[in-house]
């Protein structure tokens, strides 16, 4: 399967932890975009990478709130310090390009539920 | 601030029949429209997109209409089968940008058999 591959695919973490998300983007694709849905919502986008950059975080909370997209290896979303109100799905996307026409492709996402 | 407004959040179609979902926006700027069908604790999935420069764009039984001076798009399905039965998403983005898609909050179909 060449998709998105998001994991884990549920996270449980009390509050005070860290969570860490991570995204294989699909084959040839190079950018990056994370996205969080909360119950009875659309998805909320969060921040948007290439590799080794970040292009637009206008959707991240200022605080507790990471992301990198490393030369080698997966995407992460980090968030520090979890707090209830970050219980959510986090859905990460792929297009080969950024800035142009081409849909980007999710994966299943992350289930997080904070304790 | 929601720039994206699927107004009904859900809809009942019986089978064989036609299904319109409608999506509004606000955002004058948004130049490129897609719809995503999304099933319980799956990702979304791309069904259909739409440039600003065109008003019609058709694949297979999924067709998207696209009036501009209404700032409306709708996703016409036709005809409705029970595998239709999902949470479709209308999302947009701008050229201007950095094409982050700003989504709607979601219409559930139900396809009758």
């Known amino acids: 399967n060449a998709g998105v591959m998001q994991n884990p695919r549920h996270l449980v973490r009390r509050r005070g932890q860290e969570a860490r998300l991570r995204c294989s983007p699909m084959?040839?694709?190079?950018?990056v975009y994370w996205y969080r849905q909360l119950p009875e919502e659309g998805l909320k986008f969060m921040v948007y990478?290439?590799?080794?950059?970040?292009?637009?975080e206008s959707g991240m909370p200022k605080e507790r709130f990471s992301a990198e997209f490393p030369k080698e290896g997966p995407s992460i979303l980090r968030i520090q310090q979890v707090v209830r109100g970050d219980s959510a799905a986090y859905f990460c996307?792929?297009?080969?390009?950024?800035?142009?026409?081409?849909?980007?492709?999710f994966g299943d996402g992350t289930r997080l539920s904070i304790l | 601030d929601q720039q994206v407004k699927q107004n009904s959040p859900s809809l009942s179609v019986q089978e064989g029949r036609i299904s319109i979902l409608n999506c509004d926006y606000t955002?004058?700027?948004?130049?490129?429209f897609l719809w995503y069908k999304k099933y319980p604790a799956e990702g979304p999935t791309f069904l259909i997109s739409?440039?600003?420069?065109?008003d019609k764009n058709e694949d297979g039984r999924f067709t998207v209409f696209l009036n501009k001076s209404a700032k409306h798009l709708s996703l016409h399905i036709v005809p409705s089968q029970p595998g239709d039965s999902a949470v479709y998403f209308c999302?947009?983005?701008?050229?201007?940008?950095?094409?982050?898609?700003?989504f709607g909050t979601g219409t559930r179909l139900k396809v009758l058999a």
């Open positions: 084959k040839g694709h190079s950018h």
């Open positions: 739409i440039s600003s420069i065109k």
């Open positions: 955002n004058s700027m948004f130049d490129y």
């Open positions: 999302a947009a983005s701008a050229s201007s940008g950095t094409y982050k898609y700003i």
């Open positions: 996307a792929s297009s080969a390009q950024g800035r142009s026409n081409q849909p980007q492709h």
């Open positions: 990478l290439q590799k080794e950059n970040i292009i637009d």
